[in-house]
């Protein structure tokens, strides 16, 4: 991969919504050619999607709860634990399952309108899978970085305006 | 410059491209550093010519980045910021009637501080046409039997103009015919963007008679610390530590703890930083030739230099009918001195955002004279 390639991918993981126009001349190529990369991209799969980092919190309406549950479970022969992360990660409340190493096996991240959702969730769906020994559920109760994204008011400039 | 500073200063809604300096805040690992070393205590002097561990981390810099070798104990000061360095630099060297060649438009400290130091600032102006690089003829011709020294500032502020090594050895050779001094200030060298930054110290001959000024302030966003340093041969050091033990006794202690911290792990974010600035330097040239506004390429620096010549104006009324009519702020280029008259410059060191909006103003402002 050249270099215009990584800068624009790191451009648009920052602002997916940076025009091309915007785009093409602070990596100093032409639009066509920022289109072609950035065409070339998805094709491939780099670029996977376009998405907001929103801060629900702020739109009361909308409040969800986020819980990461520590999962251990058995293995199953031939197929380890794909098996059982693939019958996980299917349920359309799951946004992210990781492997891991340590006290348990699946880390769960879930998503639910309310507390009671995501109980049953637990209660209902996840435990009552075969290979699953046990879980444990932690709500999250604020968040203050996501994705590299911190969640605060953006900083002020603090410089006067004019200096030498 | 002061007048534009109050005017704007007293206006609301204003987009700034009149500040030189970084508009990123200092990494925080290097803010830690000094929080820690508060906790810890560290609130006494420290050697007048600095910390000897930051020394040592500051020759590794110079070692590692430009070539350059210093002796950390006889050959680096730390000093309040790339200022002092100039000006103990100036005060070491310059006897009363002594001549130092300021070549323009430059960083708006350098005349004076020759005046102060008891010295005589003559001033060479450089023009877009050579892209603000000094040509050799141009400093045979300014100088004299008192000619002391020569300051020397690339990447320039406020042009963004870089020298490379083969156009510096042009200056070079006429310095030491004349046997002269250089104060090569290199404080934007991390912000080179098209070459790889070239010192005058390192070409033959040159070491022993450069004064080599840099700091934290700009690479490492760190303007409001007060740290830079200075590195030259020792007999230049010493007359230069004279002025500083007695005048500034030694750095603050916590800036230079930050700074040891600064070397050791910032250059993952100093990267980041450049690579920002480069990517802003692209859009917003473009974006000035695009407006009507000719704009060479500053190879450096955060600092672009349009010229303003076709609007008829000088670059104070632009500057001030700008700033009234649009609430930009830019700073004239006169103020730099010889060879800035019919430009303005404008820094970059700002948000996207920001050059964006200031663009379609500037833009808006340049139809209106029509
Ligand atoms: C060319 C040049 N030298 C020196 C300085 C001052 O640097 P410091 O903050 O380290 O005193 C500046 C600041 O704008 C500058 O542009």
Same mark, same amino acid.
């Given at each position: 991969?050249?270099? +215009? ?19 093409? +001349? ?49 293995? +199953? ?67 203050? +970085? ?19 | ?30 803010? &830690? ?32 980045? @430009? ?16 200022? !002092? ?90 310095? !030491? ?148 009519? &649009? ?8 103020? @730099? ?25 500037? !833009?808006? @402002? ?5």
């Amino acid at each position: 991969m050249d270099g +215009k390639e990584l800068e624009i991918l790191q451009l648009i993981e920052e602002n997916a919504r940076i025009s091309d126009e915007t785009l093409a +001349k602070m990596v100093d190529l032409t639009i066509e050619e920022t289109r072609d990369i950035i065409k070339e991209l998805e094709d491939q799969k780099v670029i996977l999607g376009y998405s907001a980092v929103i801060d629900w919190t702020k739109i009361n309406e909308t409040e969800t709860v986020t819980a990461m549950i520590d999962v251990k479970v058995t293995p +199953k022969r031939g197929v380890g634990f794909d098996d059982v992360a693939e019958r996980i990660y299917r349920f359309p409340e799951v946004r992210a399952l990781y492997l891991m190493s340590g006290a348990y096996d699946l880390s769960v991240v879930i998503e639910g309108k309310t507390m009671q959702e995501v109980a049953r969730f637990v209660s209902e769906k996840l435990s009552t899978l075969d290979s699953v020994l046990s879980t444990t559920t932690h709500f999250q109760l604020k968040k203050y +970085k996501h994705d590299g994204v911190v969640f605060s008011d953006g900083e002020e400039d603090h410089r006067i305006v004019i200096t030498p | 410059m002061r007048r534009f500073f109050d005017l704007a200063s007293s206006m609301d809604n204003i987009i700034s491209l009149g500040v030189g300096e970084p508009d990123f805040i200092t990494p925080w690992a290097v803010r &830690e550093a000094c929080i820690s070393s508060l906790e810890r205590g560290y609130t006494s002097y420290t050697a007048n010519a600095g910390m000897l561990e930051l020394r040592v981390e500051i020759a590794k810099y110079m070692k590692k980045q @430009f070539q350059l070798s210093y002796d950390p104990k006889s050959e680096i000061i730390v000093t309040v910021g790339a200022s !002092e360095a100039l000006d103990i630099a100036l005060r070491a060297i310059v006897d009363p009637g002594d001549e130092v060649i300021v070549v323009e438009p430059t960083f708006v400290s350098y005349a004076p501080l020759v005046t102060l130091a008891g010295g005589k600032p003559v001033s060479v102006g450089t023009t877009v046409e050579t892209n603000f690089r000094l040509m050799p003829e141009q400093l045979e011709k300014a100088i004299t039997p008192k000619t002391k020294a020569i300051m020397l500032s690339f990447p320039n502020n406020p042009t963004g103009s870089t020298m490379t090594e083969d156009e510096l050895r042009g200056i070079a050779k006429i310095v !030491e015919e004349h046997d002269l001094l250089v104060l090569s200030d290199e404080i934007y060298a991390e912000m080179t963007y098209d070459h790889t930054h070239a010192s005058i110290a390192n070409l033959s001959g040159m070491r022993e008679r450069t004064i080599l000024i840099s700091g934290f302030s700009k690479a490492f966003a760190m303007t409001g610390w007060r740290l830079g340093f200075v590195t030259a041969p020792s007999d230049i050091t010493s007359a230069m530590l004279k002025i500083h033990q007695y005048t500034m006794m030694c750095a603050s202690t916590m800036a230079q703890h930050a700074a040891i911290e600064a070397l050791q792990s910032g250059m993952e974010d100093v990267k980041k930083m450049v690579q920002s600035y480069k990517q802003r330097r692209n859009y917003f040239v473009k974006s000035f030739d695009e407006i009507g506004l000719p704009c060479h390429v500053p190879g450096g620096a955060f600092y672009a230099f349009p010229s303003i010549k076709n609007t008829g104006l000088t670059s104070e009324q632009f500057a001030e009918q700008l700033l009234l009519s &649009e609430r930009v702020a830019v700073v004239p280029g006169h103020v @730099f001195g010889s060879g800035g008259e019919g430009h303005i410059r404008c820094s970059y060191a700002t948000s996207l955002d920001n050059l964006k909006e200031a663009v379609t103003r500037i !833009e808006r @402002f340049m139809k209106s004279l029509k």
